[in-house]
């Protein structure tokens, strides 16, 4: 991120924060021997890396640190430690997040020791903790609206092309950050983590938490170490400034008493725009004591101005007289919004991996019918899907237009089969809400074949070597196929009672619905097991889509043991 001046503090604020910084590059994140921090000219990442070089405007001021006297003083916190001017509370969910976050790292890399307050310190940094501007998150961890930094032109900022053909920013000819940690798409394409259940989304506070641990913690960093800590800032963002600001936020949070604040639209205090998708873009703020009021139209000195004869006003007209009973009539005011109108179709589908043709459109209407302009329309999508906006998640705010529509983005299918609701209602009025019901039907699979030829056989009473199928469209991978594997007699036809099994839910059964195929069309069975019955058995792979074509796999249970060898995964592009 590009890095622009910020607020002047004093000198006694300046000078303490100053000291406090060289200590907390000294001490790093834990205990650790004596190490030198890496200098601002050292080794930078390099070019294929666009998330360390200029791509916004980060909030840099730091927070006050006062020290407390050896006794504390009256109406401050007791001894020990220093204490932030400004709030170290943190939006409960942001909070949430980053904990996570701290918990997972803790078990994917132990040997990184990323403690949740760095997390914090980007996070504030960067977005406020995801309310910059009047954002603020959902219950499920994503922003109300997308935080997008400005476009990567090359002009102001860093030249960053488009990567991602404007699928998390909106933009096809160059990139932008995005989220409230505000990732690069490049970047979220390589590190981009689930850290709350659903799809990787740079939108969300608990999945963007999680990518920042890693991305810090990436080539084996170990941030007790002074020297990681400032190279792991310094990737995300190669300022120096960065660094202090980032670490100073950190110590703040590390020292202070952290409270979870309400989750609430915005932070009053932000003082930045991350992006051109706001109404409007605050000027710089100024430094105390800089400040001039506008300039008056400058005289030359001794030249006395010359007083000109004012003109004889025009005599008023009368005004007309009210009516009886007093003043002029008031105008009404203009008329509330009352009920919401769907424009265009109820009812939605679309194959997994496809994106909707529909879209959720609605019209804001008064008791009589009239549209009404600027209303603000949020709308969010209900059920056990993984459909999502393009770029925002589940949740779309809008307002209509003078013709009072408002429309949401067109809905991406993803992966999973199912049914789910796309709801609009309108904010800050109880309203009926109008739902869209829609459908993702499983994608349609040309052929299904298995990973490897080894033959699938097994001792009584062991499990079968992992059987990998993969799923063809048109002889390319399919992703989201759903199938269905079944073991029945070697007919391929009579549903076995006995033989091998699947566990289900800590029960016997001999028909198991697979997970959704990945990117490139391959699932993995779930353990398939021989019982003590000796014998061949088939096992029939079914798809999903009502289609007849079927997958018949060899299953023999042998008195002698069978290979040990593994099949292998070829490459499916």
Avoid at 136 to 144: I, K, Q, S, Y
Avoid at 390 to 406: E, I, S
Avoid at 467 to 473: E, G, K
Wanted: hydrophobic share 30%.
């Amino acid at each position: 991120m590009k890095i622009l001046p910020t607020r002047a503090a004093s000198v006694s604020r300046q000078g303490l924060c100053t000291a406090l910084l060289v200590a907390s590059l000294t001490a790093a994140v834990g205990v650790s021997p004596p190490h030198n921090t890496a200098d601002a000219d050292e080794p930078t990442p390099g070019p294929d890396n666009p998330q360390s070089r200029p791509h916004g405007t980060p909030n840099l001021a730091l927070p006050d640190l006062r020290p407390h006297s050896p006794g504390g003083l009256p109406g401050t916190p007791g001894p020990g430690g220093n204490t932030p001017d400004g709030t170290t509370g943190i939006p409960a969910t942001a909070l949430d997040a980053y904990k996570k976050a701290e918990a997972q790292a803790r078990i994917e890399l132990p040997n990184c020791h990323i403690p949740w307050q760095l997390i914090a310190g980007i996070g504030k940094v960067e977005s406020e903790h995801g309310t910059i501007f009047g954002t603020h998150l959902n219950p499920d961890g994503t922003t109300d609206k997308p935080i997008l930094g400005p476009a990567l032109t090359g002009s102001e900022f860093a030249l960053v092309r488009d990567t991602d053909g404007g699928f998390w920013d909106g933009d096809t000819q160059y990139d932008h950050a995005v989220g409230p940690m505000q990732f690069i798409p490049s970047t979220w394409k390589n590190i981009g983590s689930d850290g709350k259940g659903g799809y990787k989304n740079p939108n969300n506070i608990y999945d963007a938490s999680l990518g920042t641990a890693r991305y810090l913690c990436a080539g084996g960093r170990d941030l007790n170490k002074p020297g990681d800590l400032d190279k792991a800032i310094l990737s995300y963002n190669n300022s120096r400034k960065y660094v202090e600001s980032v670490t100073a936020w950190m110590r703040a949070y590390q020292n202070g008493d952290v409270s979870a604040l309400p989750d609430a639209p915005g932070n009053p205090s932000a003082p930045r725009v991350p992006s051109g998708n706001s109404p409007s873009t605050p000027s710089a703020p100024s430094t105390p004591g800089t400040s001039r009021p506008s300039q008056q139209p400058s005289r030359k000195p001794g030249t006395p101005s010359r007083p000109k004869p004012s003109e004889p006003s025009k005599p008023t007209e009368p005004s007309k007289p009210g009516k009886p009973g007093g003043g002029d009539k008031p105008t009404p005011p203009a008329p509330a919004t009352a009920r919401l109108e769907r424009v265009g179709d109820a009812q939605w589908s679309a194959t997994v991996g496809e994106t909707f043709h529909e879209q959720a459109r609605v019209r804001t209407l008064t008791d009589a019918g009239k549209p009404t302009a600027g209303v603000r329309v949020s709308f969010v999508i209900l059920g056990a899907t993984k459909a999502r906006f393009p770029g925002t998640g589940n949740v779309f705010t809008t307002t209509t237009g003078k013709d009072g529509v408002a429309t949401a983005p067109a809905v991406i299918a993803n992966d999973q089969a199912g049914q789910f609701t796309v709801r609009a209602t309108v904010e800050g009025r109880d309203i009926t809400p109008m739902d869209f019901a829609a459908t993702v039907k499983p994608a349609k699979v040309d052929t299904v074949w298995r990973i490897g030829n080894k033959p699938l056989q097994a001792l009584p009473n062991t499990a079968f070597d992992t059987i990998q199928l993969q799923a063809l469209a048109k002889g390319k991978p399919l992703a989201g196929a759903a199938l269905t594997a079944t073991v029945v007699a070697t007919d391929g036809k009579t549903d076995a009672t006995v033989g091998p099994y699947f566990k289900e839910n800590g029960k016997k059964v001999r028909t198991i619905s697979l997970a959704a195929t990945d990117e490139k069309g391959l699932v993995s069975l779930p353990d398939l097991f021989a019982d003590a019955k000796q014998g061949s058995f088939t096992l029939r792979i079914a798809t999903a889509d009502g289609r007849t074509q079927l997958l018949e796999l060899g299953l023999d249970v042998v008195t002698e043991n069978p290979a040990s060898a593994k099949p292998t995964v070829p490459a499916a592009g």
